[in-house]
């Protein structure tokens, strides 16, 4: 028995943050975003958005593409590097605005966090867990260091949501899970936590906001992505030749360019939305992914390749037949 994907949702906010808005804010220009990252405009949460809002929107919507009622959700896993707050998790806000009270947790895995998820309700599922709802939620921009001109461009915010259910057809075909920790310190919040809780000096020192070494984290993530997708066909027994739609996390289009070369894959096979959202972490691949299929791209029966890399440094495949029941 394996799982499959039976209903879905998305939820973005409203309010857009240009290119030239950014030109406006830091010492930056439009050429250079687009040249070196893809990106043309992100997605920013208003003051009543946050990751639990966002979360619970594109939740309520994969529920009721489903065919369900919220009653009939038995796990509730929410993948998110910017929880909703320190305590509780971030579940227990989305379960309350869904009317939920099946078990709920959080999943940190950074922006390989809905992949990770993937997995972990597709393991529930076959130790007999009826309907998994995964829910990949971020609003990077509360993080987001608006004076640092190396970050504040890349990230946007926004959630996407996947129920999961048995299925008689091939379902999840095969997967890799990874982290490096000897390369957190790459991508990091370093102060908030318990190794250095908040203090007005971790703010003075603007700890408080992501911090990220873009070169290395460039070269580890094409090298990641490449070799886990890799290993992940090579479990299924499948070429790159046989995946119909490679579903790379979004978070520069050059990493993305130069993974899909590296497997092979050509960029007709490759989704690609960070044009219009930025890297918005664990729902990036939950976006590429649904948009495709509502607009019909991706069909019953296609095999699709998802593949994400994040904080940890995390990476992370999954290979699977499209495919609502
Ligand atoms: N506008 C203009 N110039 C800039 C900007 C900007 N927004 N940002 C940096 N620069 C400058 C730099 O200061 C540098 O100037 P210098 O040569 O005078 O020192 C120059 O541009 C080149 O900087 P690089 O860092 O070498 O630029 P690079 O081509 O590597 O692009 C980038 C930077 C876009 C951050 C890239 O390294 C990248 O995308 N890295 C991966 C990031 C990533 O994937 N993060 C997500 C991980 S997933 C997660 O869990 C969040």
């Not at 095999?303 to 499209?322: D, H, N, R, Y």
Request: net charge negative; aromatic share 6%.
């Amino acid at each position: 028995m394996s799982a499959t994907i039976t209903g879905y949702g998305l939820a973005v906010p409203e309010g857009r943050l240009t290119n030239a808005d950014l030109e406006a804010r830091v010492d930056t220009n439009d050429a250079w975003i687009v040249e070196r990252t893809g990106i043309r405009e992100r997605r920013i949460a208003g003051p009543d958005e946050t990751t639990a809002s966002l979360g619970a929107l594109a939740g309520a919507i994969a529920i009721k593409d489903a065919g369900l009622q919220p009653a009939d959700i038995d796990l509730l896993i929410v993948a998110t590097a910017t929880p909703e707050q320190p305590i509780p998790h971030t579940g227990a806000f989305v379960g309350e605005t869904l009317g939920l009270r099946c078990g709920s947790f959080d999943l940190g895995a950074g922006c390989a966090g809905f992949v990770y998820g993937l997995v972990a309700a597709a393991g529930m599922v076959a130790a007999g867990t009826r309907n998994v709802l995964l829910i990949g939620a971020e609003t990077l921009s509360r993080v987001v260091d608006p004076e640092d001109r190396g970050t504040c461009v890349l990230f946007g915010d926004g959630a996407g949501a996947a129920v999961l259910a048995a299925t008689d057809r091939r379902g999840i075909l095969a997967w890799d899970l990874g982290c490096d920790g000897s390369a957190a310190h790459l991508l990091e919040i370093p102060a908030g936590g318990s190794r250095r809780p908040t203090t007005i000096d971790t703010i003075a020192a603007r700890d408080h906001y992501l911090k990220m070494a873009g070169q290395e984290v460039f070269r580890r993530a094409v090298r990641a992505v490449v070799d886990s997708a890799r290993l992940t066909l090579e479990r299924a027994g499948m070429e790159p030749s046989d995946v119909n739609w490679f579903v790379p996390h979004q978070a520069n289009a050059r990493i993305i360019e130069a993974a899909a070369n590296r497997l092979g894959i050509p960029s007709e096979r490759t989704l690609v939305n960070i044009d219009r959202y930025g890297n918005t972490s664990s729902a990036s691949i939950p976006l590429a992914l649904f948009e495709a299929v509502a607009d019909g791209r991706v069909r019953e029966g296609d095999i699709v390749l998802a593949s994400g890399f994040g904080a940890g440094m995390t990476w992370a495949s999954a290979l699977l037949e499209w495919g609502r029941q």
